[in-house]
């Protein structure tokens, strides 16, 4: 019995993962994209640099991260 499938090669392995990541990069590079707004709006929502160095805060991630370390 011969089936009507063929084998899976690497060569279309990897043209389907090139072709995924090339569709994925244009839909972040199209304007207006909401992944594009996303970015942009954490961007605009840090806050500043400390002028005198530093810049340790104890920001909600940061206890996040010490909740997990608790043994």
């Known amino acids: 019995m011969q089936d009507s499938q063929s084998k899976p090669s690497r060569r279309g392995f990897f043209f389907g993962a090139v072709a995924t990541g ?22 605009n929502t840090l806050k500043p640099a400390p002028e005198k160095g530093g810049g340790y805060s104890l920001s909600e991630h940061v206890k996040h991260y010490y909740r997990t370390t608790r043994v």
Do not use: M
């Not at 090339?22 to 961007?43: K, R």
């Open 22 to 43: 090339a569709a994925a990069a244009a839909v972040v590079a199209i304007p207006g994209s909401p992944l594009l707004e996303a970015e942009q709006q954490a961007v």
